[in-house]
Nanobody, 124 residues
Framework: VQLQASGGGSVQAGGSLRLSCAAS????????MAWFRQAPGKEREFVAA???????YYSDSVKGRFTISRDNAKSTVYLQMGSLKPEDTAVYYC???????????????????WGQGTQVTVSS
């Protein structure tokens, strides 16, 4: 499956952004989807995942502020980000896997397909 992320940009602290990731090339509903982010000089970090059954999972750092969702009819996964903080600044990547297990959802090696990344910058 090919992934195309969009929706990044610059926003002030406390603001909101919605990221989108459009999938093509395979049946989207067969995939578990996730968002990761990577800040300069840091490792890629798990943000959120949503499995084929639409159950969401979040990292502690974004729980209560971000919402992941999917629209199988549009082959798209979304990340609604609210109450943004400067520490949310990063390149955000969407990822897909045909099959994940709960204990490894947060590991980037669990995902075989990646989008190109979209920059999110939050200023204080």
């Amino acid at each position: 499956v090919q992934l195309q992320a969009s929706g990044g940009g610059s926003v002030q602290a406390g603001g909101s952004l919605r990221l989108s990731c459009a999938a093509s090339g395979d049946t989207f509903s067969r995939y578990d989807m996730a968002w990761f982010r990577q800040a300069p000089g840091k490792e890629r970090e798990f943000v959120a995942a949503i499995r084929k059954n639409s159950i969401p999972y979040y990292s502690d750092s974004v729980k209560g502020r971000f919402t992941i969702s999917r629209d199988n009819a549009k082959s798209t996964v979304y990340l609604q980000m609210g109450s943004l903080k400067p520490e949310d600044t990063a390149v955000y990547y969407c990822a897909a896997s045909r099959s994940t297990i709960l204990s490894t959802l947060q590991y980037f090696r669990s995902y075989g397909s990646w989008g190109q990344g979209t920059q999110v910058t939050v200023s204080s």
